[in-house]
């Protein structure tokens, strides 16, 4: 079993800043591409950026120029990093990975991580 776990939301001010990170636990062989989405309330998912294992980005045209996505393959773990947060960046930000492989020669596709609120209030 694997587990995308988040942290770093909360509550910031308009033009503030916040790290998201998202940990893979489990026995993993090799996590290939990952990403961020977010969900507002009332509104669908949407992508925010995507990082393949080889390090490739893209984003969303709502974020580029103030989000950066990042990761540490060593650690299983990737970031998004948002500055310059608007009101509506308020989302509850979610982690994906595409495939996972284990050591046991699992593969596990479209791994969710639980969610983690932001609020960009002033």
């Known amino acids: 079993q694997v587990q995308l776990v988040e942290s770093g939301g909360g509550l910031v001010q308009p033009g503030g800043s916040l790290r998201l990170s998202c940990a893979a636990s489990?026995?993993?062989?090799?996590?290939?591409?990952m990403g961020w989405y977010r969900q507002a309330p009332g509104k669908q998912r949407e992508l925010v950026a995507t990082?393949?294992?080889?390090?490739?980005?893209s984003y969303a045209d709502s974020v580029k120029g103030r989000f950066t996505i990042s990761r540490d393959n060593a650690k299983n773990t990737v970031y998004l990093e948002m500055n310059s947060l608007k009101p509506e960046d308020t989302a509850v930000y979610y982690c994906?990975?595409?495939?996972?492989?284990?050591?046991?020669?699992?593969?596990?596709?479209?791994?969710w991580g639980q969610g983690t609120l932001v609020t960009v209030s002033s």
């Open positions: 990082i393949t294992s080889g390090g490739s980005t």
């Open positions: 994906n990975a595409d495939r996972i492989a284990t050591l046991l020669g699992t593969q596990y596709l479209e791994v």
């Open positions: 489990g026995s993993i062989f090799t996590i290939y591409a």
